[in-house]
């Protein structure tokens, strides 16, 4: 019955490594995000697709490439992990529009050694 | 980046009383949304309010909306133990492609 899914909720693992995060919604939304929260909080969009294309990309360095199979997933891969990307990812999703909530995954803690 | 701000940035009353929490942004919005956060959790809507609106109610929730001053204030009423969190404003900036922008959040503790 969960609505936004995440896997894995934890991740430890050294630096240089390449990792996935995996995020599946049954919500039948047609948009899906990636947000990054820091230490301090500060929640930070790096991504977002809708019908599986690229409709935001902030500045994210290129070690990240998020990827949509279909509009029920995104997965975000970072490449040659640093310590500076330790921090929770959040996914979320919602139908696209000005007016619309977004629903949060339970978040993956990063943390990179 | 970063549009809005929250003030406080942590506020800690007893059970019971009331709690406001406001958000300052920069610039024009479509309207603003309120999330919460509980500690180790993902952010859950609580109230979305449009640019021509001036105050919405949500159960124990009011919020306000002064676009001339680009503020809103969340007030919690009677507030209880489970609404310890942190409490999170959003903004949909108008040309934004409704990208949402987040301001940094208050921790809103909760004392019994």
């Known amino acids: 019955d969960t609505a936004v899914s995440q896997t894995p909720k934890y991740l430890v693992t050294q630096m240089g490594n390449d990792k996935s995060i995996k995020c599946e919604q049954n919500l039948g939304h047609d948009t899906m995000y990636w947000y990054k929260q820091d230490s301090k909080k500060f929640l930070k969009i790096m991504f977002s697709?809708?019908?599986?294309?690229?409709?935001i990309n902030e500045t994210v360095p290129n070690r990240f490439s998020p990827k949509s199979p279909d509009k029920a997933h995104l997965n975000l891969h970072i490449n040659s992990l640093e310590l500076g990307d330790s921090a929770v990812y959040f996914c979320?999703?919602?139908?696209?529009?000005?007016?619309?909530?977004?629903?949060f995954g339970p978040g993956t803690r990063l943390l990179v050694l | 980046s970063q549009q809005g701000e929250e003030d406080p940035q942590a506020l800690s009353i007893q059970e019971g009383e009331n709690a406001t929490m406001n958000c300052s942004y920069k610039?024009?919005?479509?309207?603003l949304q309120w999330y919460r956060q509980n500690s180790g959790r993902g952010l859950v809507h609580l109230i979305l309010i449009r640019s021509n609106e001036r105050e919405k109610h949500s159960g124990r929730l009011r919020v306000t909306l002064d676009t001339s001053k680009k503020s809103s204030s969340l007030l919690i009423t009677a507030s209880r133990a489970a609404d310890t969190a942190s409490y999170f404003c959003a903004t949909d900036a108008k040309g934004s492609n409704y990208q949402l922008i987040w301001g940094a959040g208050t921790k809103l503790i909760i004392k019994p």
């Open positions: 697709y809708n019908n599986k294309e690229l409709i």
């Open positions: 610039t024009s919005i479509n309207n």
């Open positions: 979320a999703s919602s139908h696209l529009g000005s007016q619309e909530t977004q629903y």
